[in-house]
């Protein structure tokens, strides 16, 4: 079982900054990726950024240049650095973990909300 804890989420101002945090513990033999997604009410699920244990990373566009996304691999940790936050950022953030050998698994999701 893997299992997936996210915190760093809640409220800030327009233009403020948030980091979120994603932790993975369990019985597995390596993490391939690990990615944020988020969810806005009424809209899909959609890609955030994403990166390898190597260290490539991707970002959807509305994001490139705020946001940063980073791995700790020896805390099998990911984080996601947001600056110059929009209104249009709120949404549930969830984390996405690629594990070898074992497929994707998802955190419960952490609320950002940005008041504008």
């Known amino acids: 079982q893997v299992q997936l804890v996210e915190s760093g989420g809640g409220l800030v101002q327009a233009g403020g900054s948030l980091r979120l945090s994603c932790a993975a513990s369990?019985?597995?033999?390596?993490?391939?990726?690990m990615g944020w997604y988020r969810q806005a009410p009424g809209k899909q699920r959609e890609l955030v950024a994403v990166?390898?244990?190597?260290?490539?990373?991707t970002y959807a566009d509305s994001v490139k240049g705020r946001f940063t996304i980073s791995i700790d691999n020896a805390k099998n940790t990911v984080y996601l650095q947001m600056n110059s936050l929009k209104s249009e950022d709120t949404a549930v953030y969830y984390c996405?973990?690629?594990?070898?050998?074992?497929?994707?698994?998802w955190g419960q999701g952490t609320q950002v909300t940005v008041s504008s």
């Open positions: 996405k973990a690629g594990i070898y050998g074992r497929g994707d698994y």
């Open positions: 990166i390898t244990s190597s260290g490539s990373s």
């Open positions: 369990g019985a597995y033999l390596r993490i391939n990726a």
